[in-house]
């Protein structure tokens, strides 16, 4: 009798030890790293390829590179690396994922599936405020590079010192500085973007970034963003249902019948036309920067050099990509590759200073 009870006190004590190593194991955790090292200062490297990495990184201030895997973020640094670096800092946490990551300043702000918003001060990689938003989170899914996640994702924005967060039909502002609701709105729809004037546009119509009033009489959508810094924020122009454009850089859109064109772009206020061959990256330091056909990064009024490293080919097409002051990233596809990316490091990076 005696044995069976020590069998059974045996037995229940390694089930109890199973469920507390498998608590352990699978259980909700965090991990905050800081950073060690002081904040790095701006790299002034000269035009050209400066380095490949394997993931897309969402460069910071001029000085931090972020990545986000799938369920961690994590800066290094310089951002003219040849490759990635150890971490300066990370944020890791399980199970849930990390759906979208945005940046405004210094400041890193980080969506996860678990509705938490945590916003990471990318000087020192120290949390400087969390909410929970109780919003449900898109179903992102960043591939290998995590590219869609840091450059475009779903349902995050920044603008007028706020970060904006869609789900379930409801956009919330939240300060950048603090955290604080700035305001929230019922807002039916999630594909819509930031202007440089202040604005949140979607496929229902505009509102302000400062109050989530709804802005009107404003031309009908759905829009298409134009010119914008990353991904879908801080846009200068926009064009409406019918294809007509307007400048988004002040408090009120203006019509500009120049920027119908759909090789029209934005420059510091200015409408211009994308030359024919290229494609438009974006806008560094009031330049227009292209891709030509033949995958040479060219800079109006600048250089024109290869994106290679070596006696790399030519032939991959552009992702996904991030043009800065000084810093151009853009994510190598290939369609004919198992994985659909042009090799291990598939992200170059290049100088544009």
């Given at each position: 009798?005696s044995?069976?009870?020590?069998?059974?006190l045996v037995?229940?004590v390694?089930?109890?030890?199973?469920?507390?190593?498998?608590w352990?194991v699978?259980?909700?955790?965090?991990v905050?790293?800081?950073?060690s090292?002081?904040?790095?200062?701006?790299?002034s490297?000269?035009p050209?390829v400066?380095?490949?990495?394997?993931?897309?990184?969402?460069?910071v201030?001029?000085?931090?590179r972020?990545?986000?895997?799938?369920?961690?973020?994590?800066?290094?640094s310089?951002?003219?690396?040849?490759?990635?670096?150890t971490?300066?800092?990370?944020l890791?946490?399980?199970?849930a994922?990390?759906?979208?990551?945005?940046?405004s300043?210094?400041?890193?702000?980080?969506?996860?599936s678990?509705?938490?918003l945590?916003?990471?001060?990318?000087?020192?990689?120290?949390?400087?405020?969390?909410?929970?938003?109780?919003?449900?989170?898109?179903?992102a899914?960043?591939?290998?590079?995590?590219a869609?996640i840091?450059?475009?994702p779903?349902?995050?924005?920044?603008?007028?010192?706020?970060?904006l967060?869609?789900g379930g039909?409801r956009l919330?502002a939240y300060?950048?500085?603090?955290?604080?609701?700035?305001w929230?709105a019922?807002v039916?729809c999630?594909?819509?973007?930031?202007?440089?004037g202040?604005?949140?546009?979607?496929?229902?119509?505009?509102?302000s970034?400062?109050?989530?009033?709804?802005?009107?009489?404003y031309?009908v959508g759905?829009?298409?963003?134009?010119?914008?810094?990353?991904?879908r924020s801080?846009?200068?122009?926009?064009?409406?249902?019918g294809?007509?454009?307007?400048l988004?850089?002040g408090p009120?859109?203006?019509?500009?019948?120049?920027?119908?064109k759909?090789?029209?772009?934005?420059i510091?206020?200015?409408?211009?036309?994308?030359?024919p061959?290229?494609?438009?990256?974006?806008?560094?330091?009031g330049r227009?920067?292209?891709?030509?056909a033949d995958r040479?990064?060219r800079i109006?009024?600048?250089?024109?050099?290869?994106?290679?490293?070596g006696?790399?080919?030519l032939?991959?097409?552009?992702?996904?990509?991030?043009?800065t002051?000084d810093?151009?990233?853009?994510?190598?596809?290939?369609?004919d590759?198992?994985?659909g990316?042009?090799t291990v490091?598939?992200?170059?990076?290049?100088?544009?200073?």
């Open positions: 009798m044995r069976v009870l020590l069998r059974s037995a229940v390694l089930v109890a030890a199973a469920a507390l190593v498998g352990r699978l259980g909700p955790a965090e905050l790293s800081p950073a090292a002081a904040y790095p200062d701006p790299v490297s000269g050209g400066t380095g490949r990495t394997n993931m897309a990184p969402l460069i201030d001029g000085r931090l972020v990545y986000a895997g799938k369920r961690q973020v994590r800066a290094d310089p951002v003219d690396a040849k490759s990635v670096n971490a300066r800092w990370s890791r946490r399980w199970p994922r990390v759906v979208g990551v945005v940046a300043g210094p400041t890193v702000i980080t969506r996860w678990d509705g938490e945590i916003a990471i001060d990318g000087r020192t990689g120290r949390e400087a405020w969390r909410v929970g938003t109780d919003l449900p989170a898109p179903a899914e960043g591939h290998r590079t995590g869609s840091v450059w475009a779903v349902g995050l924005y920044v603008g007028d010192g706020a970060v967060v869609a039909g919330v300060e950048v500085a603090s955290g604080a609701q700035r929230a019922d039916p999630a594909d819509g973007f930031t202007t440089l202040g604005q949140f546009f979607c496929s229902s119509g505009g509102y970034l400062s109050s989530g009033a709804a802005l009107t009489p031309p759905p829009f298409v963003p134009v010119a914008c810094e990353v991904g801080g846009c200068a122009g926009l064009r409406d249902k294809g007509q454009g307007y988004a850089d009120a859109l203006r019509r500009v019948p120049s920027l119908d759909t090789d029209a772009t934005v510091d206020g200015r409408v211009v036309s994308v030359p061959g290229v494609q438009a990256l974006g806008v560094s330091r227009l920067v292209t891709l030509t040479h990064l109006d009024g600048g250089p024109d050099f290869p994106l290679a490293v006696t790399e080919a032939t991959w097409k552009p992702g996904l990509s991030q043009v002051d810093y151009v990233a853009i994510e190598r596809l290939d369609e590759s198992a994985d990316y042009f490091d598939t992200v170059i990076i290049a100088s544009i200073r």
